[in-house]
């Protein structure tokens, strides 16, 4: 599975970016995660391929949302009321079985795209 990322960019606090990432292969669940200098990388939203299951972390539920389109086997994160917390390099991720578990845990995911940039500035 391959996986292209793209959407990311420059923001003030309060806007809105989406991303997009574009895969091949088989998709049962299709994540993002993000990373910033020193941490590690954390689960940001998930979901799986019928779209009816979705898990998100605390930090972004209510702002961010998460969908699937199937037929361009794409995810899509809406971010919306960014924070500068929010600034990191965004993944997305691949778990290519298993659709009815829509895990949080970096360690479920096999595949992983290149990373795309968001910084919300203050």
């Known amino acids: 599975v391959q996986l292209q990322a793209s959407g990311g960019g420059l923001v003030q606090a309060g806007g809105s970016l989406r991303l997009s990432c574009a895969a091949s292969?088989?998709?049962?669940?299709m994540g993002w995660f993000r990373h910033t200098p020193g941490m590690e990388r954390e689960f940001v939203a998930a979901i799986n391929r019928s779209g009816v299951r979705k898990q998100y972390s605390d930090s972004v539920r209510g702002r961010f949302t998460v969908s699937r389109d199937t037929v361009r086997n794409t995810v899509n994160l809406e971010m919306n009321n960014l924070k500068p917390e929010d600034s990191a390099v965004y993944y997305c991720?691949?778990?290519?079985?298993?659709?009815?578990?829509?895990?949080?845990?970096?360690?479920?995911?096999?595949?992983w795209g290149q990373g795309t940039l968001v910084t919300v500035s203050s």
């Open positions: 292969g088989r998709t049962a669940v």
């Open positions: 991720a691949v778990r290519p079985t298993h659709e009815t578990y829509v895990s949080t845990s970096r360690e479920s995911y096999i595949y």
